[in-house]
């Protein structure tokens, strides 16, 4: 490292640890005073202190202190009962010094074990009370940097996990409108049925958080189509039975092909597009699932899915009027679809939310 560059960092690392505060809790004030006075010589400028031990733990919180240095014997709450009251508001490392003249083992040993880091010897000497301090407000620094890093890298990892995440839901939702694209000229479909499961979701009072993975794992619901053979898919007429076999193939096929991602996004689109043909009465595919057996996404899908495919012209017919096809959305209601999400749709509709014609 530059020379220059190496005093700059260790004047900036000095800089920090004059800086951290530091709460003394000591029942005597004149004691309080010599150790101010001591730390305060030496730089320390957030040197705090209590008197009554009570007040401490509010105390703590108050200037988030990075050391505490504590009489042992004091009226109301010894040193070793008060830290105790603190251990279950501590998440991290914490040194703390305890001024003691008490030399019994058993004593040290019980404050070691409440997170005691060091002792200090009444009537305290200057020179012992900065080296004791000194070091263990290095150990705390050493510390915070190292939570710093720690959380530095974790944020990489989770954006870099992000992007990762983000780049393969690009790749499969292209693959999603590329089957979508040969079955729907505009190759919209798929965005609609995201948009209005996004707001059945919200009338149902799903999570926030919960509905954002259901957006993008909307747009995933027929990317098994890709594997269904164009004579099949865009055939004029009807299909035969053992044509519609192979249609009704495609919930798994894009199952195997969302499965094995391990996060909550890729999971939750494995299930959509395995789940999106099963029936609230259990006669549906590809699983025969029956009501709340089907996972929420499922249902929810199924039924924005059949909406939309009903006001939008198809192959096979034209479009129907959207108030007809929430009545059939509400006869189905109980065997084909979840009754709780057929009503959120017809709130939907009735408040003008619902995408009803082609958008962008």
């Known amino acids: 490292m530059n020379p220059d560059r190496a005093d700059a960092a260790a004047e900036a690392r000095e800089a920090e640890l004059r800086a951290m505060p530091i709460l003394v809790v000591d029942d005597e004030e004149a004691n309080l005073a010599i150790l101010r006075g001591i730390l305060e010589r030496e730089g320390h400028a957030h040197v705090h202190t209590v008197q009554d031990p009570r007040l401490a733990v509010e105390r703590f919180h108050e200037v988030r202190a990075d050391l505490i240095v504590t009489d042992q014997r004091m009226p109301f709450l010894s040193g070793l009962e008060w830290i105790e009251a603190l251990r279950p508001h501590l998440t991290t490392y914490l040194p703390i010094l305890m001024l003691t003249a008490d030399e019994r083992p058993e004593l040290r040993e019980r404050a070691l074990a409440s997170g005691v880091r060091d002792f200090l010897a009444k009537p305290v000497r200057r020179a012992e009370v900065m080296l004791r301090i000194r070091n263990l407000l290095e150990a705390r620094w050493a510390h915070k940097q190292l939570e710093h890093e720690n959380r530095r890298l974790e944020a990489r990892v989770r954006e870099r996990t992000r992007e990762l995440e983000l780049a393969q839901i690009e790749t499969l939702s292209r693959l999603a409108l590329a089957a979508e694209f040969r079955d729907d000229d505009i190759g919209r479909h798929v965005w609609r049925v995201a948009r209005s499961a996004e707001l059945v979701a919200e009338r149902l009072g799903c999570a926030p958080e919960w509905t954002r993975l259901l957006v ?134 009735e408040a003008g939310e619902l995408p009803v014609a082609d958008q962008g």
């Not at 865009?234 to 519609?244: D, F, H, I, N, S």
């Not at 595919?285 to 899908?301: A, C, W």
């Open 216 to 349: 993008r794992a909307a747009r995933l619901h027929d990317v098994g189509k890709i594997a269904i053979p164009d004579g099949i898919l865009l055939k004029p007429g009807r299909l035969t039975p053992q044509e519609y076999e192979v249609v009704k193939t495609h919930p798994e096929v894009g199952h195997r092909m969302l499965t094995g991602g391990s996060s909550r996004l890729m999971r939750m689109a494995a299930s959509v597009a395995l789940h999106h043909h099963e029936r609230w009465d259990g006669t549906g595919y590809p699983s025969g699932l029956r009501g709340d057996e089907i996972p929420l996404e499922g249902r929810i899908v199924a039924a924005v899915d059949a909406f939309d495919v009903m006001t939008h012209d198809q192959r096979h017919r034209d479009a129907r009027a959207p108030s007809d096809a929430v009545a059939e959305l509400e006869r189905a209601a109980d065997t084909q679809f979840d009754p709780r999400v057929v009503a959120a749709i017809r709130a939907c509709f």
